[in-house]
Nanobody, 115 residues
Framework: QVHLMQSGGGSVRPGVSLRLSCTAS????????VDWYRQAPGNQRKWIAT???????HYADSVKDRFTISRINAENTVYLDIVNLTPEDTAVYYC?????????WGQGTQVTVSS
């Protein structure tokens, strides 16, 4: 059985950085391809970033200057680094493994940005 665990959220001040993680455990293939989404209060879940099987990355225009996806194979983890957080980044962040059929969602991690 494959498990997907997220961590790294929290309540922070504007301007700081956070690293969100999406870690696979249990039996099954190593994590390779992941989409990241976020859902702000009262809004639909929206796609924000992708790492493909080949390691290419793609970002929504709204985040491309501040968000970075990376993968550490030895840790079986994909990270989402966010710099210069603003209150508009407040949301629940979800990772979704797209290298599994069907794709697998993480449980989500809350990021709250306020002064």
């Amino acid at each position: 059985q494959v498990h997907l665990m997220q961590s790294g959220g929290g309540s922070v001040r504007p301007g700081v950085s956070l690293r969100l993680s999406c870690t696979a455990s249990g039996s099954g293939p190593r994590i390779i391809a992941v989409d990241w989404y976020r859902q702000a209060p009262g809004n639909q879940r929206k796609w924000i970033a992708t790492m493909t099987r080949g390691g290419a990355t793609h970002y929504a225009d709204s985040v491309k200057d501040r968000f970075t996806i990376s993968r550490i194979n030895a840790e079986n983890t994909v990270y989402l680094d966010i710099v210069n957080l603003t209150p508009e980044d407040t949301a629940v962040y979800y990772c979704r493994r797209t290298d599994l059929d069907p794709p697998q969602w993480g449980q989500g991690t809350q990021v709250t940005v306020s002064s």
